[in-house]
């Protein structure tokens, strides 16, 4: 069974603060990995995708990938109230298709 | 705009009912996908198409479901006999332009009473 784990939370920080979201996986045969985020009562929405060892940053948010310790996480830098939503990440396993395995997801609060 | 649009956007049906959801992808693509989240999850796969090849389904597809992509275009989802345990946001998606990525419609929320 291959798994994709994060802590549910709740994350509270501070306005103006670093977020960091965390995600391990199951299987190190994985290719690509994502981050959705949700707000409450939509549908997930693609922020970040990672598909090799290091960091991928795009405006506040920076995705990093270690593939030998099957983690990968997200840093929000200059977190805004309107960051608050549900995180989820995704890792796709496969060649040739999109089929995506999400997380439970982090619910992240930005406090003003 | 995520490139799939979805119908009904709500849906209330009485245990027992059969419901029927919509996905159309604005633009051609050759595979589309159902997922199901419920809530404090993540989205579950159920199934996914290669043009009207049904390729894969989840074994959370019991018999009571059945995805339909005819045409190579739109799709639709089929649960018959709703039961309460249905009750979920059932979300398509549409390949992106990056390797692996899946673009989300709005989704379609049942809630079965």
């Known amino acids: 069974q291959k798994e994709v784990e994060q802590n549910s939370g709740p994350l509270s920080v501070p306005e103006g603060a670093i977020a960091s979201l965390n995600c391990t996986y199951s299987?190190?045969?994985?290719?690509?990995f994502f981050w959705y985020r949700q707000y409450s009562g939509k549908s997930p929405e693609l922020i970040m995708s990672?598909?090799?060892?290091g960091d991928k940053e795009d405006g506040r948010f920076t995705a990093q990938l270690n593939k030998a310790s099957q983690y990968v996480s997200l840093l929000i830098r200059d977190s805004q109230p309107s960051d608050s939503a549900t995180y989820l990440c995704?890792?796709?396993?496969?060649?040739?298709?999109?089929?995506?395995?999400f997380g439970t997801g982090t619910r992240l609060t930005i406090i003003p | 705009d995520t490139g799939v649009s979805q119908d009904p956007r709500h849906k209330i049906t009485k245990r027992g009912q059969n419901v029927t959801f919509r996905c159309d992808p604005i633009?051609?693509?050759?595979?589309l996908y159902w997922y199901r989240q419920t809530l404090g999850q993540g989205p579950e796969f159920l199934t996914y198409?290669?043009?009207?090849?049904?390729?894969?389904k989840s074994r959370l597809l019991s018999d009571r479901f059945s995805a339909e992509r005819p045409k190579g275009s739109f799709s639709t989802l089929e649960i018959q006999r709703t039961e309460q345990g249905d009750s979920a946001m059932y979300l398509c998606?549409?390949?992106?332009?990056?390797?692996?990525?899946?673009?989300f419609g709005e989704g379609s929320r049942l809630t079965v009473l």
């Open positions: 633009s051609e693509h050759n595979r």
């Open positions: 198409f290669q043009n009207e090849a049904q390729l894969e």
């Open positions: 995704a890792v796709n396993w496969n060649f040739g298709n999109e089929k995506l395995t």
């Open positions: 998606a549409a390949p992106g332009a990056g390797t692996g990525e899946l673009f």
């Open positions: 990672i598909y090799s060892n």
């Open positions: 299987d190190r045969g994985s290719q690509s």
